[in-house]
Structure formats: C-alpha cells, structure tokens
C-alpha cells in the first residue's frame, strides 16, 4: 500500500501544475496570489486559501485577504477580510465572516448557517427555509471550478449573503487568452450575476471571472465593478499548500 501510495504521488508529480485535479488541490491545499488594480492603477495585493479546515477533515475553510498598497493607502486604505468554512462534499456554507475596513468604514459580520434546521443566523437575526446546499460569494467561486464550465453552459445556485436568500446565475460566456504574471493562460469567462455581497467590495456590482481552461479552473483574473471603476485582481503565483492566510507584499516601484 505505501509503495501503491508514493506511486500515485510520483504520478501526480510528473503530471505538472496544469494537470491536478481541482479537488485533489483543494485536499492538499491551495494558495493563490493577485495583484490588484483600480481604475488600472496598482492598488495591493490579495491572497486567497482553501484548505482542510483544522480539526475537522469533514470540513474546508477557505479565505480571501485583500489589501492596498502602502503607496495607495495613503489616500484610500482597504483591508478586507473574508473567510468562510464550507462542507467539504457540498461546499454548502456552514459559518461565513467578513470584516471590512475601507477608508473610515468598517464592517465586521458574521453568518453561521445550520443545514439540519434549515436556518441562518446574522447579527442575531434568524432567516428560516434556508436551503441544502447553500452558498456565499466566496465558496461560490471555489464551488465553479469543480463544475462544467464548457462555453454557453449556464448554472444557478441559492446564495445567502448580507441577510438575503437569492438565486445567483452564472453564465460561461466564452473563451479569452490572458497574459499574467503567473503565465499565459487560455480561460473561459464567467458572469455571474451578483445582486449583493461582493468579493473585494461590500457593494452592488457586475463580477467577471476568467478561470482557466483545464482541470483546475484557477480563477486567473476576478474583475467586480464598483462605484468609480473596477476592482481586478490578476493571478500572480500559485502555491500549494496554506502556510499563511496574509497577502504577499507588491513590490512597489520608486
């Protein structure tokens, strides 16, 4: 059994990057670096991880950090933090924070989901009639990459975010070559049709992802609109493994 194990390890190995089955990245865990651009101006950095969540292998808890530049925080400073533990076989949403701090706004709120009663609880409020499986925008990312995402397919999923239940649509509009720091790669697009709960924003907005064409669908490019512009945050790097939730410093040009 161990030589049968190191067999299919060396496999996987020699396989290469492009080549590892999503779930099996998401097993091992996974770390993505973006550089991030508003009005097409370099803002900061941004990480996002998924990995078994600690304790509990039934469960993966998957994060997203976003954060301004030193230079660009000196007129506008953003730190958002996302983090959501999911069932690892449904990717249904089972506790769900954001804390925010943009500029002198801050938000911090956190939403734990009971899928045996159906319920959904935010700031002590209770929202019954929730369904199984139930996502938010940020397991809803993850939970594409494991789909189809052959051009022309459409899919719908129930989200819960900011204390509403909607039915999300996510259209895979076609195909785009994208040039990033992390390599060039051919991808499809995908619209998802956002009413509320934003990734990089807490705001209304049109959110685009182009995933890679391959077995893994990294998310290589997330482009949300928001009130002045857009938010983009590009690939940069791909780890395996989560050694720290925390963005990489950008190196900023003098």
Known sequence: MKR????????LLLLGAEEVPVDYAFGSGETLDFSLTWLRMSGGSARMT?????GDPSKLRITSIAETSRSFSRFYRVR?????????TTFSTLHYRKL?????????ETTVIDPAKHLAVRRGDEFATVPTPVFDPLSLIYHLRRLDLT???VHRFPVFADGKLYTLQADVKGRATLVTPAGTFKTVVVEPQMEAGGIFRDEKGKLTIWFSDDSR?????????????AITATLRKVTNGV?????AAVVESK
């Not at 049968?4 to 496999?11: D, G, P, R």
């Open 151 to 153: 051009p022309g397919k």
């Open 100 to 108: 925010l701090h943009e500029g002198k706004r801050n938000k911090d």
């Open 243 to 247: 050694a720290n939730v925390e963005p």
């Open 50 to 54: 998924i990995a078994p969540a600690a």
């Open 217 to 229: 669908h990294l998310p290589v490019r997330i482009s949300s609109d928001v009130k002045i512009g």
């Open 4 to 11: 049968l194990i190191l067999a299919i390890a060396a496999a």
């Open 80 to 88: 958002d933090e996302i983090e959501t533990v999911v069932d690892r």
